[in-house]
């Protein structure tokens, strides 16, 4: 292992011991404050807080890529076994599953941001070997465009076969069926379960009017099974990326909305309670 | 269906205004007279090189000629006045007009955050440059103070019918020292191409060529090598000249590895093929050689080697020793181009066998018997020529969540305009995008007719100056691996800007510099944020061993 290497799982080691020394403070001083009658909330809730404001800061080191803040990937790690800690910490905070009135939205939230980042996590973890396993790359900005062009070399192969041959038979699929599947990625669920539904509606169509194609006609189904091949793949490609986008989308609001509630409960604690 | 005639060599002439009388006049000249222009072959006559692979220059006094540094593609003669080569350790880089390789503070990469113009990529404060250009122009740019160069540098003079700038040329080598105009000069340059030609048919310029590089190069290079670093100055001069130079494949590699798509042909003639007697030892002194053995119906490649590198040893020491039956073991063929000096067997036997203490390294063997596939990637590198890069950008696909965070903080690091496409050729699980990889040998420098893209001198990587680029494309066309994009550029209202004349969009090169400018190295290693992303040397095998 390079020294940079040692220096990086040193870090992540020290992650790590971190995480735990904060948990077992922060269960020490819970039990110590309950035995005294006192308040640990308030501590557990600072802290919760912290770590919280925390967590949020990996979205403003994204914006800070021109600047030397440390590797973005050791900035995830951080999150992650923070965000392990800050269910820990929740725990002692709350002491409720479902707490009642405007608490009960404040955890929904909380679980929301949790639940979706364990997803996220899982999701990082799992999907990319899924896409690099399709043997095609396709950047999702571009997906529309890929579709576009397969669209239009297409359209010219059928028109051309049309002209070729005087036969009705591709022009009248491309136009009643294929068409439709070409026009956008399809199947997107099925594409992420695996069930290989896109690719089984395209051959199936393909397969029911072969028997009326002849000579040069077969060239272009031919053609027209290379397409439906690559779409497979870019189906597959826009589900896989598509939720790999998606969980961001549930994540980050539901941070923001959670300290927005937070902030609510501080204001609410130090006045009403404490 | 349309037809055109099939392109020439000379379609398009070095210098569009040589004249036949210009022509009949240099052919006039010493260093042309003395040629036996019958030794030319008839589709490459001597006219036609001076005619088509040659141009005259003007130079005023204090013009710069060459920039140390500065990577070229082709050689001077001196025909009226005088030139100063300014000798180790030269000019300052201020004085020659590139960019500083200065890094930026904290603070001021910080404010990118608010400079950058996310909504409009590419502005440039024209009025401002234009101004800078001016006044930078008057101050000298490419004019020194000749007097003042003299009084604090060491210099020689070089006169009428002196050549310079070969070694460069031949070898796509940087040039080793800066020359300069002492007087109003007449300079003919001649590209490489019709440089290689006088070479090839002419005794004369081969002589005078191999003369210089001897006399310089060289000495140096062997001195270099662990081999003969112990050696007496007198051996290494018997070595010296024994020494044989050549040079295999073509040096314009780029041209005919785009025309193939970006893919190294397997069927090239070998430099010396596996059974072969071994009669030296072969150096490599630029480019790249693959080390092949025969296996099934194909060729494996054991291993490439690369400028420093040797072959043979092992085979010709145990030929010393007095083994019978030796034969060469792998067979190496160019990879592009390659420059090798061969060291005969004699000159090894009677200097450096005698003083090896251990036996060499028996690198091939280990490789051969390495599982089939384990070379894959390698193979891949090879034919891809991936092998070029120094900081090639590597994406491992089963890590890569296809965010794009590093193409954001590359943007964000370089006016809101990415410079790379996050996107290129795969090779199992690994993508090697469309960002430069900074090559060992950059064919993209070459033909620069500003000098715009060069090395930047402190970090080696290869950088473009904006201010010197004038949008011409040669560097975009000839990067074999569509690595550099031309870029409109724009004024801070967001309009693009126009030439005045044409109305045409002013184009820019652009391409990754590797963040030499910001403090932390290259944004998007930086930005990655599951480590997918790396920047690597295909050099460093061992590195690459720890990839697979």
Redesign the interface.
């Known amino acids: 292992m390079t020294f940079q290497g040692s220096l990086r799982f040193a870090l992540r080691m020290a992650l790590g011991a971190g995480a735990v020394v904060l948990v077992a403070v922060v269960a020490l001083i819970d039990r110590s404050q309950r035995l005294d009658l006192l308040h640990p909330e308030l501590v557990t809730g600072w802290v919760l807080l912290a770590a919280v404001v925390f967590l949020a800061l990996l979205n403003v080191r ?7 803040v ?4 050791d ?2 790690a951080a999150h992650v076994v923070l965000g392990v800690v800050v269910i820990v910490i929740y725990a002692f905070h709350a002491r409720a599953i479902w707490p009642s009135g405007y608490e009960l939205a404040l955890a929904l939230l909380f679980y929301a941001v949790i639940l979706s980042g364990l997803i996220g996590y899982l ?2 973890r799992m ?3 899924s ?2 396993n399709l ?1 095609y ?1 396709v ?2 900005e571009r997906i529309p465009a890929e579709l576009a062009d397969m669209r239009e070399r297409i359209e010219a192969s059928i028109l051309e076969c049309a002209r070729e041959t005087g036969s009705e038979v591709l022009p009248r699929l491309y136009r009643e069926e294929l068409a439709w599947y070409f026009r956008r990625p399809r199947f997107v669920l099925a594409s992420l379960v695996g069930t290989g539904a896109s690719s089984s509606w395209v051959h199936h169509r393909l397969d029911s009017v072969s028997i009326y194609l002849r000579g040069k006609e077969i060239e272009h189904a031919t053609f027209l099974r290379e397409c439906a091949r690559r779409k497979v793949h870019i189906d597959r490609a826009y589900a896989i ?1 598509g939720l ?2 998606c969980w961001l989308l549930v994540h980050v609001p539901a941070t923001y909305g959670f300290l927005v509630l937070v902030l609510w409960h501080l204001i609410l604690v130090h006045v009403y309670l404490v | 269906m349309s037809s055109i005639p099939r392109p020439q060599r000379w379609d398009r002439p070095f210098d569009e205004n040589m004249s036949d009388d210009d022509v009949a006049r240099l052919l006039a000249f010493p260093a042309f007279a003395d040629i036996d222009a019958a030794r030319f072959p008839d589709q490459i006559p001597l006219e036609g090189i001076v005619h088509n692979d040659s141009r005259l220059l003007h130079f005023a006094p204090g013009e710069v000629v060459v920039r140390e540094g500065d990577y070229g593609n082709s050689a001077f003669l001196v025909l009226e006045g005088t030139v100063s080569v300014v000798l180790a350790p030269g000019l300052p880089a201020s004085m020659l007009g590139r960019s500083s390789s200065r890094k930026r503070g904290f603070a001021s990469a910080f404010s990118q955050l608010w400079r950058n113009r996310n909504d409009v990529p590419e502005v440039r404060v024209y009025e401002r440059r234009s101004q800078a250009a001016a006044s930078s122009q008057a101050a000298g740019v490419t004019m020194v103070d000749i007097a003042a160069v003299k009084q604090g540098n060491s210099t020689v003079q070089l006169g009428s019918g002196r050549i310079f700038g070969e070694i460069a040329a031949l070898a796509r080598g940087p040039r080793t020292a800066t020359v300069i105009a002492d007087s109003n000069s007449v300079l003919l340059e001649i590209r490489w191409q019709g440089l290689r030609e006088l070479r090839r048919f002419d005794a004369g310029w081969r002589e005078r060529i191999d003369r210089t590089y001897r006399a310089n190069a060289l000495k140096v290079h062997l001195g270099e090598d662990p081999l003969f670093a112990g050696l007496p100055p007198e051996a290494l001069e018997k070595v010296a000249a024994a020494t044989l130079f050549e040079t295999y494949g073509s040096l314009d590699w780029n041209v005919q590895f785009k025309r193939k798509s970006g893919s190294e042909s397997r069927d090239v003639p070998p430099i010396v093929a596996e059974g072969d007697y071994p009669d030296g030892l072969l150096m490599i002194r630029g480019g790249f050689a693959r080390v092949t053995r025969h296996i099934g119906n194909g060729e494996r490649s054991l291993t490439y080697l690369s400028a420093g590198s040797s072959f043979g040893l092992d085979e010709l020491y145990r030929m010393w020793r007095g083994e019978p039956g030796i034969s060469l073991r792998a067979s190496i063929a160019p990879l592009g181009y390659v420059d090798v000096l061969r060291v005969p067997y004699f000159i090894l036997v009677e200097h450096v066998f005698p003083n090896l203490t251990q036996p060499p390294q028996d690198n091939l063997h280990e490789a051969y018997e390495r599982p089939l596939t384990d070379d894959s990637l390698m193979e891949w590198a090879i034919d891809e020529r991936f092998i070029n890069g120094t900081r090639t950008m590597m994406i491992d696909l089963d890590r890569c969540v296809r965010c794009d965070d590093c193409v954001r903080a590359c943007a964000s690091t370089h006016g809101g305009n990415p410079r790379f496409v996050r996107h290129g050729k795969q090779h199992d699980h690994w993508m090697v995008t469309n960002a430069c990889m900074h090559c060992i040998d950059p064919v993209c420098m070459i033909g620069c007719p500003t000098g715009a893209i060069h090395r930047d001198q402190a970090t080696g990587m290869v950088v473009i100056n904006d201010e010197s680029c004038i949008g011409c494309q040669t560097c975009a066309n000839s990067c074999p691996y569509d690595n550099i994009r031309m870029v409109e550029i724009r004024n801070p209202l967001g309009d693009i800007i126009a030439d005045s004349a044409t109305g045409r969009p002013i184009l820019k090169a652009s391409k990754c510099d590797f963040c030499y400018e910001q403090p932390g190295g290259p944004a998007c290693v930086r930005a990655c944020p599951h480590d997918a992303l790396s920047r690597n040397s295909f050099a460093e095998l061992a590195k690459l061993a720890e990839l697979r």
């Open positions: 994204k914006k800070l890529s021109m600047v030397p440390g590797r973005a990937s900035w995830v999701l990082q999907a990319p070997a896409l690099a043997g790359e950047i999702w990326q790999l986008k």
